[in-house]
């Protein structure tokens, strides 16, 4: 579905990823996770054609995307959902979804109701405005617009930072129903519990360079990483592998 090999990218002067490698299976929830500042929000920049890849290749459903415009990748079957949401505060929640779909301009755009059956919580809110939404509701909105243009893979990021474990636990429904649907996911997630509880690769970066890749039981298997990289001491992790 999607595949980088050797990525690098560079911030002005600043090489910020090294080599970045990895894969995201039909069907897959790939995590990349790793401490604050590493490069992980850069790497989906940079696949989203926000940052231009300096060296490298992006393989999205088997064409080569690196260096395409970011309003050509909804096309495609790419989507993104940054850690700042985006949504459009003086629209309805319907109208959020309504102009992502038109935007997309993609055959098969979901109708509204549609995209909103992943979030329940979001059909009585359907005719508000999106400013007058709690945190937790503009995150489910932000998701619920990406997957308008019905993706074949979704980039979402941090998207339960700052939400309470209520919604944390509505946001992780959500990833599951949309795997469960057909789409495939690449979470960047710094709640290592929730990464664990719905991933199935992860991708541990570390100063732009991926230092972990495998499944959730050799990450495990792998305290000391887990412990440098992510900064999740032992006795966590084995509660949160119980």
């Not at 999607?2 to 897959?28: C, F, I, K, R």
């Not at 979704?154 to 789409?183: C, K, N, Y």
Request: charged content about 20%; proline content about 4%; aromatic content about 4%.
């Amino acid at each position: 579905m999607l595949t980088l090999t050797d990525v690098q990218a560079h911030y002005g002067s600043a090489h910020v990823l090294h080599g970045v490698s990895l894969e995201v299976q039909a069907g897959q929830i790939a995590c990349l996770i790793g401490r604050n500042g590493v490069g992980k929000s850069t790497t989906l920049k940079t696949i989203m054609g926000v940052v231009s890849p300096s060296a490298g290749s992006i393989i999205f459903r088997g064409q080569r995307i690196d260096g395409l415009a970011p309003h050509l990748m909804a096309a495609r079957g790419l989507a993104w959902v940054p850690e700042d949401r985006r949504v459009f505060a003086s629209l309805t929640v319907e109208e959020n979804i309504r102009v992502a779909a038109k935007a997309a301009r993609r055959s098969g755009a979901r109708r509204a109701a549609d995209v909103l059956s992943f979030f329940p919580a979001l059909v009585p809110k359907a005719k508000e405005r999106a400013g007058s939404l709690s945190g937790g509701q503009q995150q489910m909105l932000a998701i619920a617009r990406a997957l308008a243009s019905q993706p074949d893979l979704i980039m979402l990021d941090e998207p339960t930072e700052g939400l309470s474990p209520i919604i944390v636990e509505t946001i992780r429904a959500g990833i599951l129903d949309i795997r469960q649907r057909g789409a495939s996911i690449l979470l960047v997630e710094q709640n290592f519990k929730l990464a664990l509880s719905v991933g199935d690769m992860f991708y541990v970066l570390s100063r732009g360079a991926v230092v972990f890749r495998g499944t959730r039981s050799e990450l495990l298997a792998a305290p000391e990483l887990i412990h440098e990289h992510l900064g999740v001491a032992k006795a966590r992790q084995s509660r949160v592998s119980a």
